[in-house]
């Protein structure tokens, strides 16, 4: 059984990073365009830190979302979320789920998780180095 399931690992990591990507995508489009509208959303300035950090959500969520520059990407993420817990969330007491800084615990090691694992199937990256002729070497756990 374990090896059956372990020959569907990259297709459940693309899963991962394709609703990772679609939920990172929707928290930038709230802060850069009100949309979708609810409690949180709001337009703010492009040439703010909130700004940067909608474009950060948008843009590097679209990224991870095609499997693009994954490892970079999620690596820059990573550490975007780091700030924005300390930043925003933290200073609002120290549990997580008060704060409402849970979401932003989770896409940092997702994110984090991502750096070290690449984009799983289903990626523009993996299209890249298939086409290039490189392929990573696989290393055995047994």
């Given at each position: 059984?374990?090896?059956r399931v372990q020959a569907w690992?990259?297709?459940?990591?693309?899963?991962?990073?394709?609703?990772?990507?679609?939920?990172?995508?929707?928290?930038?489009?709230?802060?850069?365009?009100?949309?979708?509208?609810?409690?949180?959303?709001?337009?703010i300035s492009f040439f703010s830190?909130?700004?940067?950090?909608?474009?950060?959500?948008?843009?590097?969520?679209?990224?991870?979302?095609?499997?693009?520059?994954?490892?970079?990407?999620?690596?820059?993420?990573?550490?975007?979320?780091?700030?924005?817990?300390?930043?925003?969330?933290?200073?609002?007491?120290?549990?997580?789920?008060?704060?409402?800084?849970?979401?932003?615990?989770?896409?940092?090691?997702?994110?984090?998780?991502?750096?070290?694992?690449?984009?799983?199937?289903?990626?523009?990256?993996?299209?890249?180095?298939?086409?290039?002729?490189?392929?990573?070497?696989?290393?055995d756990s047994a």
């Amino acid at each position: 059984m374990p090896h059956r399931v372990q020959a569907w690992a990259p297709q459940a990591l693309a899963i991962l990073r394709i609703v990772t990507a679609l939920l990172f995508i929707e928290h930038g489009t709230m802060k850069l365009f009100g949309f979708p509208a609810g409690e949180q959303a709001m337009e703010i300035s492009f040439f703010s830190l909130m700004g940067l950090a909608g474009v950060l959500e948008a843009v590097g969520g679209l990224l991870i979302l095609v499997g693009l520059f994954t490892r970079t990407t999620a690596f820059i993420l990573s550490g975007e979320m780091a700030v924005a817990y300390f930043m925003a969330h933290a200073a609002q007491g120290p549990y997580p789920a008060l704060n409402q800084g849970d979401a932003a615990i989770l896409f940092c090691f997702v994110f984090l998780y991502l750096v070290f694992a690449g984009p799983g199937a289903w990626s523009v990256d993996g299209t890249r180095r298939s086409s290039s002729g490189f392929t990573r070497p696989q290393v055995d756990s047994a």
